[in-house]
Every structure is written in C-alpha cells, then in structure tokens.
C-alpha cells in the first residue's frame, strides 16, 4: 500500500492532519495532469495549472463532501474530474453575455503602445502647419487641401490655380519641411 493511499484512508477516518500530509504528495501528479487538461483549452485562458490544482484539492478534502477512496488511482480519477467540472464552470462563467461571453478577447499589441497615438500625430501636425505657413503659405494650403480634404494633386492644383508640377513641388518640399518640424519638435 503507496503512502498516499494510507493517508486517504487516514483523512476518511477523519484524521484532518493528513490533509496536510496529502498535498506534498501528490501536488506534481496532479500539476501535470492539470497542465494536460488545460492544454487542451483555448489560448484565451485565465486560469492557471497551480490554480487548478489549488481548487480541485480543496475540492477533493472537503469534509462535507467527503467521498471514500479506494486507492491513490481512484484519488487521481477524483482530482481530474474535479478539474474537469473546475473548466467547464469556469468556461460557462466566461461565455455568459453578463460577464461579457458575447466579447472576444483581444490580446494587447505592444508595438501598438510604442508607437504614438493618432491624436498626438495630429496635434504634432497641427503645430508643425502652423509654424510652416508663415514659411510657405501657398504650401501650407496645400497641405491642407490634400491631407485633410483628401484632394488629389490635379484637384488641389486648379482649386489653388497653380500648375500640377507646382503643386508637387510644393507637396515634395511641404512632406520633407513637416517631417522634419515633427520629428525635432519637443514632445
């Protein structure tokens, strides 16, 4: 007879110190086969083996529902399906439209986070036009025409009544000074 299963018929003879001994025993067999099961789970998941294994134990050696073991293989086939209820209650809670189970889980980009955010471009933008149409007016309407109004080089040409190789002069030489402005401009 394996030392876990003497303490298995200790703690169902009520002995509630041999809860304390069990865990030490058993707690890598039942690591893996909780690893296992969680394999088996979607990547989304939030609940971790040690924690499975935390809550299927406190599970198995609660006194009210304290079952009878026969052997250490029959304690192993509790643990696991004690695992098994832990996920699928634990899938359930996660899949109620309550608890946002309509939602898929999006995973946080961190390039995204290094990269500045849209509206700090923009106001990067705004400063660095603002400086650029006492350097170059007839450009800086450009740029506006074309950035902001969605113009197309022939269409930001006539509605200025200059001639398109002007305009993509004006629009080459507007990118660079810009370019230039916000990448030196203090933050």
Do not use: C
Not at 115 to 129: I, S
């Amino acid at each position: 007879m394996s030392d876990v299963t003497q303490i298995l018929f200790q703690i169902e003879g009520g002995d509630s110190a041999a809860t304390e001994q069990l865990l030490p025993l058993v707690y890598h067999e039942l690591k893996r086969i909780a690893a296992s099961k969680l394999s088996q789970e979607s990547s989304a998941r939030t609940l971790q083996p040690t924690a499975l294994v935390h809550e299927a134990f406190v599970r198995l050696v609660d006194v009210d529902s304290q079952p009878k073991w026969e052997t250490r293989g029959h304690f192993f086939a509790a643990a696991a399906e004690a695992m098994r209820r832990i996920l699928v209650e634990n899938a359930r809670r996660k899949a109620r439209v309550k608890r946002g189970g309509d939602r898929e889980r999006e995973f946080l980009d961190e390039a995204a986070l290094a990269a500045p955010a849209e509206d700090e471009r923009l106001l990067d933008l705004d400063a660095a036009l603002e400086k650029f149409q006492a350097v170059n007016a007839r450009a800086h309407e450009l740029v506006k025409l074309r950035y902001f109004a969605g113009l197309t080089s022939e269409q930001a040409a006539q509605a200025l009544g200059i001639s398109v190789a002007t305009a993509e002069r004006d629009w080459t030489y507007a990118k660079v000074w810009l370019r230039r402005e916000m990448l030196h401009a203090p933050s």
